[in-house]
């Protein structure tokens, strides 16, 4: 009967396990077999250490086994968006880590808007992401979104600089920034804690949004809690960079030599590095990830349907006006969208980004002030305008 073949499963399924905590496993497996991708942006004035550190970060340890021969070419100065990627993989896992060097600014006679060109390159791959999630195959996208951008704040300053101010203000609605205090070993450590405290406080002061670590769970252990309560009063993380491998006590460690010592880039006591690239890779990759599509890319994309439907309101309009209602008007190109259905969508969008009590700081306004050309003649670029200024 059926009662008994019911106790039969149940007893084969072992009681109270029906076989979903295999779940995480299934997940992961997934995960695993596909391999991880992040896509990591420098920004900063030029001389600054980007190049060096980015190196120091990830690209020399795949080379950790052969002489670093290319290395000094590599750290040539940086003149135009250049985009690296690199495949690692560590214990099976693979990681397709992209890293986007962006021009130093500061050298040139006038810096305004600088800015720019890397503004640009984030709205790029938002479009471009956008574009291929609308198309017909989205099943392989290759997403470029830029995950995290690590900003660069000169040592010899006296904490931020305008351009610093000007720069960060631009990108924070479009990208993590989390920023770091290069070239630490120019410093003391009372005036690093000095300088961190001021960066902190200017941040903070001119309504920069970067990067929030998320907050740690209640149920958190104590260590874990100190740990993250750490890592939030490191930013911006002091950093050193270093190309070469010298001898100290004994040992080979990436270092910088100077006649009265070595600083060792990895040694905690020395700089941050070690736990800026913990953060990158260990604990906070996949948040970067998360934020990433849920806040900067979401604020895109609601721009861009909102442009799409004004524009289609707009031609209606002229439509009624000139009494050719009832003709073809040009809709956008977003498949299987109709513009009420759009309507709707960029309503639900604006009630749902109103009232997300979460992640706050990246959900303010984006001003696009200037894009590239779309190729695409239906597709318009996204408008300056503000998703919240509708019904608020
Ligand atoms: P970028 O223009 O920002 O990419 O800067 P580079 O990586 O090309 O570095 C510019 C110069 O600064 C080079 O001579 C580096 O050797 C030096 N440099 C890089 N990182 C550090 C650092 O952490 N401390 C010090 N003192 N010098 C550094």
Redesign the pocket.
Known sequence: SLCQRMLLMYMLLDKEYVGFATLPNQVHRKSVKKGFDFTLM?A??????????VNSLFLTDLYKDRKLLNAEER?T??VEITKHTVDIEEKGVKLKLTIV?TP?FGDAVNNTECWKSVADYIDQQFEQYFRDESGLNRKNIQDNRVHCCLY?ISPFGHGLRPLDVEFMKALHEKVNIVPVL?????LTPAEVKEKKIKIREEIEQFGIKIYQFPDCDSDEDEDFKQQDQELKDSIPFA?????IVVEAKGKRVRG?LYPWGIVEVENPAHCDFVKLRNMLVRSHMQDLKDVTRETHYENYRAHCIQSMTRMVVKERNRNKLTRESGTDFPIPMVPGVTDTETEKLIREKDEEVRHSPSREPHEQTQHHEQHSEPEDPHLEPPPSADPHSKGS
């Open positions: 420098v900063g004035e030029s001389g600054l250490g980007k190049s060096t550190l750290i100065q940086t060097d130093g660069f290069a070239k630490a070993d120019t950093v050193i960079g270093s190309n910088r």
